[in-house]
T-cell receptor, first 119, second 114 residues
Framework: NAGVTQTPKFRVLKTGQSMTLLCAQDMNHEYMYWYRQDPGMGLRLIHYSVGEGTTAKGEVPDGYNVSRLKKQNFLLGLESAAPSQTSVYFC??????????????????FGPGTRLTVT | GESVGLHLPTLSVQEGDNSIINCAYSNSASDYFIWYKQESGKGPQFIIDIRSNMDKRQGQRVTVLLNKTVKHLSLQIAATQPGDSAVYFCAEMGIIQGAQKLVFGQGTRLTINP
């Protein structure tokens, strides 16, 4: 299994440009998440999905949109990039509680990250 | 609001020594906690988790202690190795936008000195 993969690994955007970050997982996980990580800070939840066709807002959703058209993919879109969106973006996934390899765990499996710079 | 934080942002220990990373949480209703390790340029990796009905859980060279009385969580790493150098995050199950989600602390950078 490749686990959780993210595309691209790096990107530089100009203010106002748009782009889509792709997250893919091959573990048949129901839940998927998008986080951003800024220097000296922990991970902050942007949006998440509890299943194919569903999405919900997290802690910092403004300026981002998401889609989960296929169970294995979770897309994060920036319609009009701003310098404040310069960050490292991580995608994560997890199975439904009870289906995880270890009982009762909320362990999320993370991708390698996408480093985005908006100038 | 609820928060998860760490007492020390950086920690340096000698190779072979034990290390303790601390985490304070403020949501007394949290019933699940998890520790992640993040090496430079990589995504976080699961280390160990614990539920609030336990006060200690052990893994391979790692132990998590939970003190609900003072709302404190710690990660102990025994016989540290160079590969243990990383940023360590604690997270609690909290409420974001009305739903249960993992809320991450800011992280502690652990450096293992040879």
């Amino acid at each position: 299994n490749a686990g959780v993969t993210q595309t691209p690994k790096f990107r530089v955007l100009k203010t106002g440009q748009s782009m889509t970050l792709l997250c893919a997982q091959d573990m048949n996980h129901e839940y998927m998440y998008w986080y951003r990580q800024d220097p000296g800070m922990g991970l902050r939840l942007i949006h998440y999905s509890v299943g194919e066709g569903t999405t919900a807002k997290g802690e910092v959703p403004d300026g981002y949109n998401v889609s989960r058209l296929k169970k294995q993919n979770f897309l994060l879109g920036l319609e009009s990039a701003a310098p404040s969106q310069t960050s490292v973006y991580f995608c994560a996934s997890r199975p439904r509680l009870g289906l995880a390899p270890r009982m009762g765990t909320y362990e999320q499996y993370f991708g390698p990250g996408t480093r985005l710079t908006v100038t | 609001g609820e928060s998860v934080g760490l007492h020390l942002p950086t920690l340096s220990v000698q190779e072979g020594d034990n290390s303790i990373i601390n985490c304070a949480y403020s949501n007394s209703a949290s019933d699940y906690f998890i520790w992640y390790k993040q090496e430079s340029g990589k995504g976080p990796q699961f280390i160990i988790d614990i539920r609030s009905n336990m006060d200690k859980r052990q893994g391979q060279r790692v132990t998590v202690l939970l003190n609900k009385t003072v709302k404190h969580l710690s990660l102990q790493i025994a016989a540290t190795q160079p590969g243990d150098s990383a940023v360590y995050f604690c997270a609690e199950m909290g409420i974001i936008q009305g739903a249960q989600k993992l809320v991450f602390g800011q992280g502690t950078r652990l450096t293992i000195n040879p």
